[in-house]
């Protein structure tokens, strides 16, 4: 089982940008998109069930970033708009059978990961 970030880049605030994550190995997994800033704690920003029809969102990206997966083509998509400065860091995606490791953030506790890819959003 392995989970394939990609999509990083630099963008200016205000601006968009997409991330996704290959999954291989199979689609019965939750999917998690997590960053982690330099100094900072690795923070969940959004999440998806196995089947796509639940998903999760941190306060701090809510209303501005999108969580979708494709399970034709094994792939989960974080939309990201109206990027701020504060979205700057390295995004990981993260793969647990179980959705509320995920959504609550147990880090340590999560199946899967990914390797990230860096989301720099300039001022």
């Known amino acids: 089982f392995q989970l394939q970030a990609s999509g990083g880049g630099l963008v200016q605030t205000g601006g968009s940008l997409e991330v996704s994550c290959v999954v291989s190995?199979?689609?019965?997994?939750?999917i998690g998109w997590f960053r982690q800033a330099p100094g900072k704690d690795r923070e969940v920003v959004s999440c998806v069930s196995s089947g796509g029809g639940t998903t999760y969102y941190a306060d701090s990206v809510k209303g501005r970033f999108t969580i979708r997966r494709d399970n034709a083509k094994n792939t989960v998509f974080l939309q990201m708009n109206s990027l701020k400065p504060e979205d700057t860091a390295v995004y990981y995606c993260?793969?647990?059978?179980?959705?509320?490791?995920?959504?609550?953030?147990?880090?340590?506790?999560?199946?899967?990961w990914g390797q990230g890819t860096q989301v720099t959003v300039s001022s």
């Open positions: 993260a793969a647990d059978r179980d959705f509320d490791p995920l959504v609550h953030g147990l880090v340590y506790g999560i199946d899967y």
């Open positions: 190995g199979g689609n019965f997994y939750a």
